[in-house]
């Protein structure tokens, strides 16, 4: 059911892009709101105020109702709607939201094949993400980019030991925390336990790449600055900065092309 006789076309693709770009993670960043705006006002010419208010529409019939109904009836009203190129425009876009953060999550991934399922579009939407720019992200529904640098925290705090201290665990969740001050130091603490049961059950080599490469994609350079500082202070919560520890972040400073400069002395 339409939440109003004003419910529109655009409306619909509203929460269908909606859908992707908060209900696979509940997370909105500011550049895949702004892939969104594009999107729609692509559709349909309209002025900032205008698309915003489409979209808090579009939002509230999506979270406050069954979002898993409302996107299906979304999917065989806009089938009905939309014509062929503008069904294949509309996964194309969907492609750019979800690459919006540098990260094509499983959900994301999921939730596109359905809608092109849906709409015979399977070879296109397999093409598109196939060839995407983005880190595809293979660690399940529940991992995101605050999961990511809770996994580098790890990497750094095991490269010298193999048991991570309490304290050094504190550190880390302090430091999560300032990306992420909304959460609770409990929620936090799960990030990391989180992290910790992936570190200890998948290859790392594939995880340390996947790992640096999304944030490298999803993080500003002054953000990846901010990492690094991250994993220099978990490096030196238990003592002083071991020779492995700093070729170590050296390496992943390279990685993500970032020059830093450590002045912690080497075991």
Request: no cysteine.
């Amino acid at each position: 059911m339409n939440a109003s006789s004003d419910w529109t076309t655009t409306h619909d693709l509203a929460v269908v892009y909606i859908a992707l770009a908060y209900g696979t993670d509940h997370e909105l960043s500011d550049e895949e709101l702004r892939v969104l705006k594009n999107a729609l006002q692509a559709w349909e010419s309209m002025d900032e105020p205008a698309v915003q208010d489409l979209i808090v529409e579009a939002a509230t019939v999506f979270t406050e109702r069954e979002a898993e109904a409302e996107f299906r009836r979304a999917v065989q009203d806009l089938r009905s709607a939309l014509s062929p190129e503008e069904r294949r425009d509309t996964i194309r876009h969907l492609i750019r939201i979800a690459e919006a953060d540098g990260v094509l999550l499983e959900r994301e991934q999921g939730l596109i094949h359905t809608l092109a399922d849906a709409w015979s579009l399977k070879a296109l939407s397999e093409d598109l993400l196939e060839n995407t720019s983005a880190v595809v992200q293979r660690r399940g529904e529940d991992w995101g980019l605050i999961h990511e640098l809770a996994f580098l925290y790890i990497l750094v705090g095991h490269a010298a030991d193999e048991d991570l201290s309490g304290s050094t665990v504190d550190v880390m969740v302090e430091r999560l925390q300032e990306w992420q001050p909304e959460r609770s130091l409990e929620e936090l603490r799960n990030v990391v336990r989180r992290a910790l049961q992936v570190y200890a059950e998948q290859p790392r080599e594939d995880l340390i790449y996947d790992s640096v490469e999304a944030l490298k994609e999803a993080l500003s350079s002054t953000h990846r600055l901010t990492a690094l500082d991250d994993l220099y202070t978990v490096a030196r919560a238990d003592g002083p900065l071991t020779r492995t520890e700093r070729d170590l972040i050296s390496s992943l400073a390279q990685a993500w092309d970032v020059n830093v400069r450590m002045n912690g002395h080497g075991g």
